[in-house]
């Protein structure tokens, strides 16, 4: 129950943080996109109920901060959960640096195409020109974001790799 | 692991079921807390945000971090000076007009930016209040003491997106001050920059000259502030010139915007 509890606040700060905070922030910090680091890492560490839950309460929440139409945010936020387990379960099954960094490389430029997709219907929609192909512009901005997600997932694992050895360094007698 | 594989399929029916029920409106028991939560929660992380992002805009523009205090006044100033000449129109016309509607019982509803949203096909703001609180589409939305920063594009329950003028889809009747007040419209272009076009040649254009709303658009009272021109371009072969538009310094990253939720048109 704790756990639940803790998971519900975690996904819910990080879709908090994504639309208030990380939106704000200049380019390419402004590119980057927290909740898929968080699906990444709960698929690889927990795989799929945690990851669903997680991206269900995320997707509420930046829905409920987002000028896109009910539903979308957390409609993308699961059906890249769907991917992310799949790509782990079939081709990134590693867990070594490069695996992680790969396997969220994969998933950032996924979402990216899914919002792409999201726009291109939306413009459909509405009425207004919008055209998917990329330019020089977009290109620079996806890549400097897509370099600002691997160097953000490096750091984390970093932290989390120096938590772990700081811990077992402090418990050794229990190991 | 054989466990979670065969899980694999059914927990994703079940995020397909969970999004069709959610867009249909079936979860807003738990979509509704949330949603009030959530924007109660990201009003301050958005400032902080806001507030990080002005502070590495001036930390790599050291010509900004100079100027600020300077800018701050002028923009003060030039906000006055519209405010005065609007007044000075308004006035002559006041005196003969019958009917007068006293606009003091306009009362702009104040609202904390919780969002910012600068995709491809929306340039805009997400505040904190909705059409509970009487807010509807296209109501002007502006800050400080009268800069318009947009207009509501959508309006919800408990939040509204907010189209900002830079936004290519914008378009607001607007007058040029010290131009013989030539009016036109003023566009946006991909959130990047904006823009009057189709002004007669014939017209004088300065540098430095104070845009406000033409007032000629419905729910949006004239005077209003918007920028100031930055750049005139004018081709001798074409009837027209065009004239490129600078926001005023406040307008970006707003942490309060106020919807005129009751604006009057004055003629």
Do not use: W
């Not at chain 1, 390419?28 to 997680?54: C, D, K, N, W, Y």
């Not at chain 1, 459909?124 to 330019?135: D, E």
């Not at chain 2, 003091?104 to 919780?114: E, F, N």
């Not at chain 2, 002004?199 to 430095?208: E, R």
Request: aromatic fraction near 6%; include cysteine; hydrophobic fraction near 50%.
């Amino acid at each position: 129950m704790a756990r639940a509890f803790l998971l519900f606040i975690a996904a819910m700060a990080v879709g908090i943080l994504q639309a208030a905070f990380v939106r704000a922030l200049p380019l390419p910090f402004s590119g980057l996109q927290l909740p898929l680091i968080m699906i990444v890492g709960l698929v690889t560490v927990f795989r799929t109920r945690e990851a669903f839950v997680a991206a269900f309460i995320c997707g509420l929440t930046l829905d409920s901060l987002s000028s896109l139409p009910t539903g979308t945010e957390t409609a993308v936020l699961l059906a890249l959960t769907v991917c992310t387990v799949m790509l782990f379960g079939r081709i990134f099954t590693n867990h070594s640096l490069l695996g992680t960094a790969s396997l969220n490389a994969v998933v950032f430029a996924l979402g990216h195409f899914a919002f792409v997709v999201v726009d291109l219907t939306r413009s459909v929609f509405t009425g207004i020109p919008y055209s998917p192909l990329p330019n020089a512009d977009s290109s620079r901005a996806f890549l400097y974001a897509l370099g600002a997600q691997i160097a953000t997932v490096i750091f984390l694992l970093a932290v989390n790799d120096g938590i772990r050895k700081s811990v077992s360094k402090r418990f050794f007698l229990l190991r | 692991m054989s466990t979670r594989n065969s899980n694999r399929p059914r927990n994703a029916v079940i995020a397909l079921v969970a999004v069709l029920l959610l867009a249909m409106g079936a979860l807003k028991p738990l979509s509704a807390p949330l949603k009030h939560l959530a924007t109660t929660v990201a009003a301050p992380v958005y400032a902080t945000g806001a507030n990080l992002s002005r502070a590495v805009k001036r930390l790599f523009d050291n010509s900004e971090k100079d100027k600020t205090a300077l800018t701050q006044e002028i923009d003060a100033l030039r906000m006055e000076n519209a405010k005065l000449r609007e007044l000075a129109v308004e006035n002559g016309a006041l005196k003969t007009a019958i009917g007068y509607r006293d606009k003091s019982g306009i009362k702009p509803l104040t609202a904390r930016v919780v969002s910012e949203t600068n995709q491809d096909v929306f340039h805009g703001l997400v505040i904190d209040r909705g059409t509970d609180d009487g807010v509807k589409a296209d109501q002007p939305v502006i800050v400080g003491d009268g800069i318009v920063i947009g207009k509501i594009f959508e309006a919800k329950a408990g939040t509204s997106s907010v189209l900002l003028l830079s936004d290519s889809r914008s378009r607001l009747a607007v007058t040029v001050q010290s131009a013989d007040g030539t009016a036109g419209v003023l566009e946006g272009d991909r959130g990047l920059s904006m823009s009057i076009n189709l002004i007669p040649q014939t017209v004088t254009l300065t540098p430095g000259d104070t845009v406000v709303t033409s007032g000629i658009e419905p729910g949006i009272r004239r005077g209003l502030a918007v920028g100031i021109i930055d750049k005139v371009v004018q081709h001798t072969q074409d009837p027209f010139q065009s004239a490129t538009v600078l926001p005023f310094d406040s307008a970006s990253h707003p942490l309060f915007a106020q919807v005129l939720t009751n604006d009057v048109t004055t003629p």
